[in-house]
């Protein structure tokens, strides 16, 4: 799949120029001035053109021949010792098939030798690197400003990021474009991550009971993702009980789970460097009380209206603003608003209760690349300013739709001061609910020529997150 994803990468280039790009790929990390190593996780751009999932390695792509070159870390007896057998170059070769395969010190003299007019790098310290390795970044003999017409349909134009021969944006721009919309095998990466982490999250719903720590549920959560042998946290999880759930990005995960409050888990494992992000909200007790459940709803509502809209040519903040209606009357049912639902939108309203993006796409990154096109910039409103993702949706993006209602008292006690928003709260049931915490719900999208396929499968209507939690308690 990876040479597809490099055919992918130098069909966004001029053909026939004497270029090459150039990828680093990443190193160990250490914990501050110690020996003790993090868990390697490959830089995602590198692993999208290589598949190479270990340390020191760097790539070329000679965009005039078509050549592969791949750069391996030379290794010691010592390294054998401390980490295990080392490769040799031979399986390398096979494990990789690049067409050269070279000693990562011969980065600088495999460059000088094809002699390119132009170097596509990734950024500043890339191209740095390069420099310390001999590589010159002078202007070669064909000038500046020539050859570089990659990024088609993003507006990166010839030379936006050229420093000499080094060229910083271009790369990094037809990378996006490639990303954005991913292959069958990409897809079926991110179905086999999507298919543990729905594992992994029945399992939490199953186990959890009134009076547990919010690490018991990770231990739970992380047990299941790594039985089935996925070691590698897509991000930080989120496991927030009770008024914790209302912490956006909530990272403490160590306070009990009271009988009677919310318990919200946002968490995914990545398979393979494809990541899943699914979050679910159900209650400690087996069943939601009478209010949790009309702001479930609230927010179930606004995820099926989002979900229902998820087809090509769809925009996101159209499909935000269809969520951010359903939670403001889904609230206006429960009391918690009042007034014209038209006048809440107007005066932004929903940004109190939902003051988030309504998803984002997902792939290498959870957070992946591509959100906004060139040109395109936030929107500047409350709320959906936080909307990580403004495009057409297409065939092959995948996205996560992940509409919340919340109760976070540093946005509802100055909305009860101020003259204008004040109108619409209901200030005394507001001030009841100022430890409810809050409730999101997400599930990925592959976006498909007729609609969209849900990867996400685990219960998460009233009656089906009651059936399953009744089975277990
Ligand atoms: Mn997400």
């Keep these: 799949m990876n040479e597809l994803h490099r055919k992918k990468l130098m069909d966004c280039f001029e053909e026939g120029q004497h270029g090459v790009v150039f990828v680093k790929g990443a190193g160990l990390m250490h914990r501050y001035g110690t020996d003790f190593e993090f868990p390697f996780r490959q830089e995602s751009q590198f692993l999208y053109l290589t598949g190479v999932q270990e340390p020191d390695y760097a790539m070329l792509i000679d965009l005039r021949s078509g050549e592969y070159h791949l750069f391996a870390p030379v290794r010691d007896v010592q390294y054998a010792v401390w980490h295990g057998k080392v490769s040799t170059m031979e399986e390398i070769q096979r494990r990789y098939e690049p067409d050269f395969l070279h000693a990562a010190d011969r980065v600088g003299e495999v460059i000088g030798e094809i002699g390119p007019d132009r170097i596509y790098v990734l950024d500043e310290e890339q191209a740095a690197w390069l420099r310390e390795q001999g590589v010159r ?14 990024g088609a349909g993003t507006g990166a134009g010839a030379g936006t990021g050229t420093h000499g021969r080094f060229e910083t944006t271009a790369l990094v721009d037809a990378l996006t474009d490639c990303r954005l919309i991913k292959t069958e095998d990409e897809i079926d990466k991110l179905r086999e991550a999507a298919r543990v982490n729905n594992i992994a999250h029945r399992e939490v719903m199953k186990a959890l009971r009134p ?74 007790a087996a069943r939601f009380t009478a209010r949790q459940q009309q702001v479930y709803e609230a927010v179930l509502e606004a995820m099926e209206r989002a979900i229902s809209g998820a087809v090509p040519g769809a925009k996101m903040e159209d499909l935000h603003l269809a969520a951010a209606r359903a939670i ?10 009042r007034g014209d639902v038209d006048d809440m939108m107007e005066k932004n309203v929903f940004a109190l209760f939902f003051p988030h993006g309504l998803g984002h796409f997902l792939g290498l990154d959870t957070h992946d690349v591509g959100g906004y096109p060139k040109g395109v910039d936030r929107i500047d409103r409350p709320g959906i300013r936080f909307l990580r993702a403004r495009r057409d949706l297409q065939p092959g993006m995948v996205v996560t739709i992940e509409p919340g ?40 999208l592959v976006i498909t020529e007729d609609g969209h396929e849900n990867l996400t499968d685990v219960p998460k209507t009233v009656a089906d997150i009651e059936k399953l939690r009744k089975v277990a308690i």
Excluded at 421 to 437: D, K, P, Y
């Design 137 to 150: 970044g002078g202007v070669s003999a064909t000038g500046e400003g020539t050859g570089a017409g990659a």
């Design 405 to 444: 209602c919340y109760f976070i008292p540093a946005l509802l006690k100055p909305a009860l001061e101020d003259k204008e928003q004040r109108a619409f709260l209901n200030a005394s049931l507001l001030q009841e609910m100022m430890e409810f915490g809050g409730v999101r719900i997400e599930d990925n």
């Design 211 to 284: 009076g547990m720590c919010e690490y018991e549920l990770k231990a739970v959560f992380e047990y299941h993702q790594q039985k089935h042998g996925l070691m590698q946290p897509a991000y930080s999880g989120i496991h927030a009980g009770g008024v914790n759930s209302a912490i956006l990005h909530y990272t403490d995960n160590n306070a009990p789970i009271r009988d009677g409050e919310l318990y919200l888990i946002d968490a995914g494992y990545e398979f393979d460097g494809y990541a899943s992000d699914v979050t679910r909200t159900y209650p400690a």
């Design 328 to 337: 403001l009357e889904g609230l206006a049912d429960a009391d918690v608003v």
